[in-house]
Structures are given as structure tokens and as C-alpha cells.
């Protein structure tokens, strides 16, 4: 009964997730700002997870990371955002939510071989810009130009884990992206006759399986304490989609007065460069982790639909975090039970604009209060800023915060008895 509540909780939310999605300047750039899987306990440490597995919490990252989870578990996150956004002497405040995952995870064989299915966004788009402009010889009008973006790219994950060795684990993932991005842009000619908006609508809709793999081997120091060495590897993909585009005339309240179709779901091609990510941590059993990833990925080779490369670059990121639990078997105090994280992330991100290369930073915290069965509520918090003031950039500093749950049992196949 516990199974099926989890199966139809995860599909009742299926079509919420990136719905509701937190505001970015620069999502209007390739196909959004990208998105990994990380749940709200990686987040608490800056997305650190490559190398470093948990008993307790649902291991996401890297996929051969799932052999430690030897429990059945279903998990879900929320993330909000507050965001202050810089330009000039111009600012504005967006905020924001959006359900950040749902993922089981079901160990066929604990500790040998387990598998997850997941659903996670894979991008973000969420944008509206807004230029007024006098018409030159004309003080008494003025054009207005606007462009709106939305949407994303949901997928489904399935991924495998298995142990090879005793030290040596290995996993794979297959995930089908799905879901649209709409991008909008009009132009507001008002004069003393009257406005006229002529609009042009893009709707681009993926429809293809990405791939990837994971290894970690762990070197033990002692009984209680193992370094772990993890790498992912994420192969590059001609994405097929197909891409909706239309001009219009509208009257100034939106109503269109003709439309001609330039394209009808047209099919064609996104090129998604491969990523890869190495990974290193110390922990003690129970106890404490310390780790760093490392991840890149060459945008250099991005091509939108019409061949494009947008004014992408190679993306990197620079993860340091860990986390301690004072004492998971305290009775007479919950508090040396509950796990604190921590972390920093430094990112050069692949949007290049004015011959500047966007970068951004966080830091995190974070801590998972325990319930029954090794279950857990879990919180997380990140300040961070991306972007800069130089040449009339955008700068967006924002507050995120992260609430989740991870719901651990092993008995959702246990054939209940009776007297």
C-alpha cells in the first residue's frame, strides 16, 4: 500500500514540475539555465555529490552512487527564490517556486544492484524584458519592445547501479526529455491613430533520450573511514525536436488581426555538448563527509535549431561542502542526531555576453531532521549572485530556499502475516 501511495503521488504531480519556475535574466540565452538532479540535501551542499554516497539520503548525482541506497525510499523538493535584479540604476524583485523533483528508488539486490526512475527539470526558462524607446521626430510616441520566455525541459530519469568489486561501483542513466519552450517578442508602435503589435512566437518541443554514466571507487583508511574517487560522464546528443514559429498582428488588448504560420512543428535538431565531472570526499561512517567536485562542459558546441551556437562557451564548476552528524544513535538528545551541511559553489557559466563570461556563486547550509525509519524532513538554504554591472549587465543576487522529504522503508514488499 505504502508503494502504490508513492506511485500515485508521483504521478499526480508529473506535470508540476518546472511549471511554476523562479525568474532569470539570463535563461533567454541556449535553452535555459540547466538544471542536474540534485535533491535538496546535495543542495545544502552546493550540488556536491559525485564522489560522496549516503545510507540515509537518495543518491542522485552520479549514478553508480545508488548501490548505497540499500532501502526502499521516495523523495521530493520545493525550491523558492528571491531574487533582486541590477541594471544601472535600474532594479526590480521577482520571486518564485517551483516542485523541484519526485524520485523512488527500489534496491533489487540491496547493496548490489539497485535502480531509481525519476522526474527532475533539465532546464529553466523564465524571462520578460521590457525596452520603451521615443521615435525619433515624434515626441508624442514611442515603441515598446517586448520578449517573454517560458517553459523548459522536464525529463524522466531511469538510472542503474551496480557493484563490481567490493571498492568498485559502476551505473548508467537513460533520461527522455520532454516539454516546450515558448519564446515571444513584439514591438508596440503607440501613436495618436492607435497602436499596431507586431509579435513573433517560437515554441521549441524536445522528444529524445539522453544518456550518461558514473563510476566511484572507494580506498578504505580504516574500519570507519573510506576516500572516495567518483566520475560522471554525460555523452553528447543531436536532441530532436521539433520547433512551432509564428508572426502575427495583434491589436494593442492581445486579439490577433492575422497570423501567418512560418513553421508547423517542424522537425530538426538541438546539439547538447557532453559533460563530465570528477569528484573526491573523506568520510567517517555516521559521522562526517568532506568532498570537492569538479564538473565542465564544452558550450562551445551547442547549435540551437537553426545552427546557432547563441554565444555559448565551455562551463565550469567548482564545488567544496561536506557534513557532520555528531551522533546518530543519541537517545537523550535529537539535535546530535540531525545533520548539518554546508557549502560553496563557484560557477563560469557559458553565457557570454559583451565579451564577458557570466559567473555566479553560492553559499549553502543546510540540515535533514530525522523521523522514523531513517526517514527525514530536509531544509536548505543558498545566497548567491550571478552576473555583473559592468557594460550594463545584469546582476541578480538571490536567496533560495529548499524543502524536502525523504521517505525511507523496507518493508513496502514484505507480504504482511497474519494470525
Known amino acids: 500500500?505504502?508503494?502504490?501511495?508513492?506511485?500515485?503521488?508521483?504521478?499526480?504531480?508529473?506535470?508540476?514540475?518546472?511549471?511554476?519556475?523562479?525568474?532569470?535574466?539570463?535563461?533567454?540565452?541556449?535553452?535555459?539555465?540547466?538544471n542536474n538532479h540534485a535533491t535538496v540535501q546535495h543542495l545544502s551542499m552546493g550540488g556536491l555529490g559525485i564522489s560522496n554516497g549516503s545510507y540515509y539520503y537518495q543518491n542522485t548525482l552520479n549514478p553508480s552512487l545508488l548501490v548505497d541506497n540499500q532501502v526502499y525510499s521516495f523523495g521530493g523538493g520545493l525550491t523558492f527564490e528571491n531574487k533582486k535584479i541590477l541594471q544601472g540604476d535600474n532594479h526590480e524583485v521577482a520571486s518564485g517556486g517551483t516542485l523541484s523533483y519526485?524520485?523512488?528508488?527500489?534496491?533489487?539486490?540491496?547493496?548490489?544492484?539497485?535502480?531509481?526512475?525519476?522526474?527532475?527539470?533539465y532546464s529553466n526558462v523564465n524571462y520578460n524584458f521590457k525596452t520603451d524607446t521615443p521615435v525619433l521626430g515624434n515626441p508624442d510616441s514611442e515603441v515598446?519592445?517586448?520578449?517573454?520566455?517560458?517553459?523548459g525541459f522536464n525529463q524522466f530519469v531511469f538510472k542503474g547501479a551496480g557493484k563490481i568489486?567490493?571498492?568498485?561501483?559502476?551505473?548508467?542513466?537513460?533520461?527522455?526529455?520532454?516539454?516546450?519552450?515558448?519564446?515571444?517578442?513584439?514591438v508596440t508602435l503607440v501613436e495618436p491613430f492607435g497602436p499596431y503589435v507586431p509579435a513573433s512566437k517560437t515554441l521549441?518541443?524536445?522528444?529524445?533520450?539522453?544518456?550518461s554514466l558514473g563510476f566511484v571507487y572507494r580506498i578504505p583508511v580504516n574500519d570507519d573511514i573510506k576516500i572516495s574517487l567518483g566520475s560522471t560522464y554525460g555523452f553528447s546528443k543531436d536532441l530532436t525536436v521539433t520547433k512551432f514559429k509564428t508572426i502575427q498582428i495583434n491589436s494593442f488588448a492581445g486579439t490577433p488581426i492575422k497570423i501567418d504560420t512560418l513553421l508547423d512543428n517542424a522537425s530538426g535538431f538541438i546539439s547538447i555538448p557532453a559533460s563530465y565531472g570528477i569528484g573526491i570526499s573523506v568520510a567517517k561512517l555516521n559521522n562526517w563527509m568532506f568532498g570537492t567536485d569538479i564538473k565542465f562542459q564544452n558550450w562551445d558546441n551547442y547549435r540551437d535549431f537553426d545552427g546557432q551556437n547563441n554565444n555559448l562557451t565551455s562551463a565550469m564548476t567548482i564545488i567544496v561542502g561536506g557534513e557532520i552528524t555528531p551522533n546518530i544513535s543519541s537517545i537523550d538528545n535529537y539535535f546530535e542526531r540531525i545533520t548539518y551541511r554546508f557549502g560553496f559553489n563557484y560557477e563560469n557559466t557559458p553565457y557570454i555576453i559583451n565579451n564577458l563570461q557570466i559567473e555566479e556563486f553560492g553559499i549553502n547550509?543546510?540540515?535533514?531532521?530525522?523521523?522514523?525509519?531513517?526517514?527525514?524532513?530536509?531544509?536548505?538554504?543558498?545566497?548567491?549572485?550571478?552576473?555583473?554591472?559592468?557594460?550594463?549587465?545584469?546582476?541578480?543576487s538571490f536567496t533560495r530556499i529548499y524543502f524536502g522529504f525523504t521517505f525511507n522503508d523496507n518493508r513496502w514488499f514484505v507480504r504482511p502475516k497474519f494470525n
Open 1 to 34: 500500500m505504502k508503494l502504490i501511495s508513492s506511485v500515485l503521488t508521483f504521478a499526480f504531480f508529473v506535470h508540476t514540475v518546472g511549471h511554476s519556475q523562479t525568474f532569470s535574466s539570463y535563461s533567454a540565452l541556449g535553452i535555459g539555465n540547466i
Open 102 to 121: 519526485l524520485n523512488m528508488i527500489i534496491p533489487v539486490s540491496p547493496g548490489k544492484f539497485v535502480f531509481s526512475i525519476g522526474l527532475f527539470p
Open 144 to 151: 515598446v519592445a517586448l520578449s517573454i520566455g517560458e517553459g
Open 165 to 186: 568489486t567490493e571498492n568498485l561501483y559502476i551505473g548508467g542513466e537513460i533520461a527522455y526529455l520532454f516539454s516546450s519552450i515558448s519564446k515571444e517578442k513584439n
Open 204 to 211: 521549441i518541443t524536445a522528444n529524445d533520450f539522453v544518456y
Open 365 to 396: 547550509f543546510g540540515l535533514s531532521l530525522p523521523v522514523t525509519n531513517f526517514s527525514s524532513v530536509d531544509m536548505g538554504f543558498r545566497y548567491g549572485a550571478q552576473g555583473t554591472l559592468k557594460d550594463n549587465l545584469i546582476k541578480e
